[in-house]
């Protein structure tokens, strides 16, 4: 699988989850769960933590539609329950890439025996 990193940084992220880096410093503003660490340079880095943070408000904002003060209330509410559903999500996608590497891999091994 993929090598997972212990911080990254604010363009990593907003890649990840395909937003603006203001977008995401605008989320972490409004939800006081978001607390990157701050390098020497002021620079944020995000743990898996804030990903999986990130992770539950994209999919209440994005995926779901909530305004922001109703994913706050979401996330107040059913924050457990969000967690581990979000939790089993991030592994499935690791999974999922694994997979798909592994079959690309393979496909090239058999081209190159062929």
């Given amino acids: 699988m993929g090598e997972e990193k212990l911080y990254y940084r604010i363009g990593e992220v907003a890649k990840m989850f395909n937003v603006s880096t203001s977008l995401i410093r605008y989320w972490e503003s409004e939800f006081s769960v ?5 390098s020497t340079k002021g620079n944020r880095l995000f743990t898996q933590r804030d990903l999986r943070y990130l992770h539950m408000i994209y999919h209440l904002v994005k995926v779901q539609g909530h305004t922001l003060q109703g994913a706050k209330e979401a996330l107040k509410k059913d924050f457990n329950k969000l967690e581990q559903k979000t939790t ?4 499935l996608n690791k999974t999922k890439e694994f997979l798909l590497a592994l079959d690309k891999e393979l496909e090239g091994k058999e081209e190159k025996n062929n």
Avoid: A
Wanted: charge should be positive; charged fraction near 35%; hydrophobic fraction near 45%.
């Fill in 34 to 38: 978001l607390r990157p660490r701050k």
């Fill in 88 to 91: 089993v999500l991030m592994t």
